[in-house]
Nanobody
Framework: QVQLVESGGGLVQAGGSLRLSCAAS????????MGWFRQAPGKDREFVAY????????YYADSVKGRFTISRVNAKNTVYLQMNSLKPEDTAVYYC???????????????????WGQGTQVTVSS
């Protein structure tokens, strides 16, 4: 099992920036990728961004493309989500997750991620 701890959430005005971090520990052998997801009140959890540990390959939801950047530092087992030009609709609890199937194919589906962090709140005021 992989343990994940997110940090970096908070309150920011529209147009501002935040950087989320996700530190991974525990059973990390064989894991292939990480993802960020978010869940707003009354809505389903949705995919935000994906990154492969091996080559840094990334993929983004259309709603954040061009504004958010996912990155990783392998030596620190840490993944980041840089969020710029934030909008009120970005308000949600953000979760990082570790890909659980071992596949190196890009995935955006919750079911393919086997370990989840506790979440960190991001609130964007208008």
């Amino acid at each position: 099992q992989v343990q994940l701890v997110e940090s970096g959430g908070g309150l920011v005005q529209a147009g501002g920036s935040l950087r989320l971090s996700c530190a991974a520990s525990g059973r990390t052998i064989g894991r292939s990728a990480m993802g960020w997801f978010r869940q707003a009140p009354g809505k389903d959890r949705e995919f935000v961004a994906y990154i492969r540990w091996s080559d840094g390959g990334t993929y983004y939801a259309d709603s954040v493309k061009g504004r958010f950047t996912i990155s990783r530092v392998n030596a620190k087992n840490t993944v980041y989500l840089q969020m710029n030009s934030l909008k009120p609709e970005d308000t949600a609890v953000y979760y990082c997750a570790a890909e659980g199937t071992g596949s190196y194919s890009i995935t955006i589906y919750n079911r393919d991620f086997g370990s989840w962090g506790q979440g960190t709140q991001v609130t964007v005021s208008s």
